[in-house]
């Protein structure tokens, strides 16, 4: 960090992130944040027009999920920051961890097993890809 940024507090960096880049985010969404990562991972760093139709045929539920996020950050690039679709990438996708709800699960002679049923928070930027 330079000695300019220094004192930039993490949430004016933040707003200054957000006005800079598209974006698009799904909280306490119910699917294992291990199970959306896949999808995740299989569309980072490509174009919009390829991951969409990439979405279409997965045949997973957090495809499902990020194919409606995908298509709500394009709109906002679209819309707020005069992005063309063909021209737009994702710069970042990434998928955190979000509330657990707890259950348990009785057992054989008296005992409980626990049960997590795990939710996600799904956040994905985008950006300008320079033509060469």
Do not use: C, Q
């Not at 990438?89 to 990434?94: A, F, G, M, V």
């Amino acid at each position: 960090m330079s000695a300019k940024n220094k004192h930039i507090s993490k949430r004016t960096r933040i707003k200054e992130d957000r006005a800079t880049y598209p974006r698009a985010s799904l909280n306490n969404v119910r699917i294992a944040p291990r199970k959306a990562r896949i999808i995740a991972n299989m569309i980072r760093g490509k174009n919009v027009e390829e991951a969409l139709s990439l979405l279409a045929f997965t045949n997973k539920k957090a495809a499902k999920l990020i194919k409606k996020l995908l298509m709500s950050a394009t709109y906002n690039a679209e819309e707020y920051f005069d992005f063309e679709p063909e021209d737009t990438y994702i710069k970042t996708i990434y998928v955190d961890e979000g509330p657990v709800m707890k259950w348990r699960r009785p057992r054989a002679r008296g005992r409980a097993f626990r049960i997590n049923k795990r939710t996600s928070h799904i956040t994905i930027k985008l950006d300008l890809r320079e033509n060469e």
